[in-house]
């Protein structure tokens, strides 16, 4: 009665997996290929062997020392021995578990994790985190790693969400944050704030009035050089309406900066003018260090610049072209068509767009070695590579690749569901192979041999050296030398 609720869908589904994984666990009893039933064959761009079974849904691969196997999309598990590396997804995104020598991760869709690992004073750690609610971590040979917080009632933070350290009670009646020397008292966050450190004193009734100013102090670097920390002069009143900053203290490129929003905004430097008027709409800058001058109206649809270090004409959305040392960009009638250039050498790198994904073509280029590689995409229809060996690859269908390309977890746990039809060629070796409807057919071929497999593998034909080799429904009908022929 049970099976009856699965469907003929489902019953079809668990038969084809079944087979698959007798066949796959039976490779040294059987012999030949069985097409999206179970094959097994030996890889065109690495040195290994890949046995696939039960159409998409089971792949076994051995790259060197990598092991992978999967039942795309419910599991794959990755193993690489000879850097202690092991990697398991469970519907990928949505579980994984990472683990790299003593670091280790388990996440379930970003918001649950639980983490253990080693700080490089050798103390090992265990974090939990089940955001935003709850957060800890416990260290036995460090307990100044310890903390735990209970969001938004109480908690005490290291080393997270982009501040070393962090308390807070009943947040946002009260919490308190430090970021290197800087430490900010919040009360009814965001609207009070007391702020202290190195030379600095500061405080905020948001957004009425708030100031803050910091001394020139010196700072000793990693390296035990001593370097100038620049002060500075901040200070609101009715934020936004009226801003006055001057910072870079001390250095020798100070910059004021004066603001009445929306009337007007301006910044004086010896390196850069920047004046606005009606801010963000009319804005004319002067950047005397990259040698260029620029004149936005109404920004960011309007841009003319010119000088020697940024050339821009931009009419947005119709057209758009940008210069300078480093990169160029064009674009007409965006996103219809987009194009960007980075050239630093030994990079030449190049990209066009048209409407975002649904086509993409990249090619990056060694200057000094002229070795380059590329991908070409055309979602969701096809995929295709070129890596720096020349070696190529092409997927039809690609539903995710183009979007979020070169992921290894869509790789192993998506891509072989839509993977209708394979090509890769060697270009060390020469050889090549195809696949059909996951290896319904499939042909390899090199300079001195060729396989062909047909329908469950009921046609087979191989070719090696001077042998001719043919099986109809798993049976040798003709071997035959090739001088023969």
């Not at 990697?87 to 253990?116: A, H, M, N």
């Not at 103390?123 to 800890?136: E, H, M, V």
């Not at 990209?351 to 993409?360: G, H, I, K, N, P």
């Not at 070169?406 to 020469?430: F, H, M, Q, V, Y």
Request: glycine share 8%.
């Amino acid at each position: 009665m049970r099976l009856r609720t699965i469907g003929a869908g489902g019953r079809f589904l668990a038969l084809l997996i079944t087979m698959g994984l007798y066949f796959g666990f039976s490779t040294r009893l059987i012999a030949g290929e069985y097409g999206f039933i179970w094959d097994r064959f030996g890889l065109t761009l690495d040195d290994g062997w890949r046995t696939e079974a039960a159409g998409p849904f089971y792949y076994s691969q051995q790259v060197e020392t990598e092991t992978t196997w999967a039942i795309p999309p419910f599991y794959s598990c990755t193993k690489k021995p000879d850097v202690a590396a092991h990697e398991d997804d469970f519907l990928y995104p949505v579980l994984t578990y990472i683990r790299y020598e003593e670091e280790r991760r388990w996440q379930f869709g970003q918001l649950i994790s639980t983490s253990g690992g080693q700080e490089q004073n050798g103390a090992k750690k265990k974090r939990l985190t089940l955001f935003p609610l709850y957060f800890s971590q416990r260290s036995l040979a460090d307990t100044n790693l310890n903390y735990t917080a209970y969001f938004p009632f109480y908690g005490h933070l290291k080393d997270r969400l982009f501040k070393d350290e962090m308390y807070f009670v009943m947040f946002p009646i009260f919490g308190e944050t430090r970021k290197r020397d800087v430490i900010t008292d919040n009360y009814v966050y965001p609207f009070v704030h007391l702020r202290h450190g190195d030379g600095l004193d500061g405080w905020q009734l948001w957004p009425f009035v708030g100031r803050e100013h910091k001394d020139i102090t010196m700072h000793t670097n990693g390296f035990g050089d001593v370097e100038l920390v620049a002060g500075h002069d901040k200070s609101f009143v009715l934020w936004p309406l009226h801003l006055q900053q001057d910072t870079g203290i001390g250095t020798d490129n100070p910059e004021k900066f004066r603001a009445a929003i929306p009337f007007y905004a301006y910044s004086r430097s010896p390196q850069r003018d920047d004046t606005s008027v009606l801010w963000p709409i009319f804005t004319w800058i002067d950047d005397r260090e990259k040698k260029y001058r620029e004149w936005q109206g109404p920004w960011p649809f309007v841009i003319f610049t010119r000088g020697e270090g940024k050339t821009t004409d931009r009419i947005f959305p119709l057209f758009s072209r940008s210069r300078n040392a480093i990169k160029e960009s064009d674009s007409y009638l965006w996103p219809l068509y987009a194009y960007h250039r980075t050239h630093v050498d030994p990079l030449d790198q190049q990209r066009t767009r048209v409407m975002f994904y649904l086509y993409s073509r990249m090619t990056e280029k060694n200057t000094q070695t002229g070795a380059q590689k590329g991908r070409l995409d055309m979602w969701p229809f096809f995929t295709w590579h070129r890596d720096l060996a020349g070696n190529r690859r092409l997927q039809v269908l690609a539903l995710l690749e183009p979007l979020v390309p070169d992921n290894p977890g869509i790789e192993r746990n998506w891509s072989p569901l839509w993977s209708l039809w394979r090509t890769e060629t060697n270009a060390k070796t020469g050889a090549a192979s195809q696949s059909m409807l996951w290896n319904l057919y499939r042909r390899e071929g090199g300079p001195n041999h060729k396989k062909v497999s047909l329908l469950f593998g009921l046609f087979q034909y191989q070719s090696e050296g001077n042998q001719r080799r043919t099986k109809l429904f798993y049976v040798t009908v003709s071997r035959t030398p090739a001088a023969a022929q």
